[in-house]
């Protein structure tokens, strides 16, 4: 009796390791402010893309009104994200009209939609670059440039 008590406990165990135990990379916390031109960016996405050696699939956080943001790195969506190097993409829709709208628009919703961060940094080969050290912490992200406005009818 007690092997099969072992044996049950193990396949227990095996299952519970398999079916969701996340996917085993280390996070730290981040806390970051996007500006553009010095003045904080509202409603905008920043997008990590993992550089080099730097494991995981990268991360993905939305401003709020202070250009503030933290960061999620999984599609359980665990919070914070492995240490290492990233390149950092922002963008910001706005309608042609210039409202902006919603962090989570969609093309299909929005399909006249705008970029207002210009390239390159709204784009996946920006110049953009941060490095998340194992104690994790603050970091700035700075579109040096001005904003795209709506465009003129």
Not at 33 to 44: G, Y
Not at 143 to 151: F, Q, R
Request: hydrophobic share 35%; net charge negative.
């Amino acid at each position: 009796m007690f092997k099969n008590l072992t044996y049950g406990w193990i396949v227990c165990f095996l299952g519970a390791t398999i079916a969701g135990c996340g996917d085993g990379l280390r996070r730290v916390t981040i806390e970051g402010v996007v500006t553009a031109q010095q003045s904080p960016l509202a409603d905008a996405t920043v997008q990590f893309f993992p550089k080099g050696s730097t494991v995981g699939e990268g991360a993905i956080g939305t401003t709020d009104s202070n250009g503030k943001f933290t960061v999620t790195s999984s599609r359980d969506d665990a919070a914070g994200i492995p240490p290492g190097t990233y390149t950092v993409r922002v963008s910001r829709m706005m309608d042609r009209d210039g409202k902006l709208l919603p962090p989570d628009a969609t093309q299909a919703d929005y399909p006249d939609a705008i970029e207002a961060v210009p390239p390159p940094y709204s784009t996946a080969t920006s110049p953009i670059e941060v490095t998340i050290t194992d104690q994790g912490g603050n970091i700035t992200v700075e579109i040096p440039v001005k904003l795209l406005g709506p465009k003129k009818k």
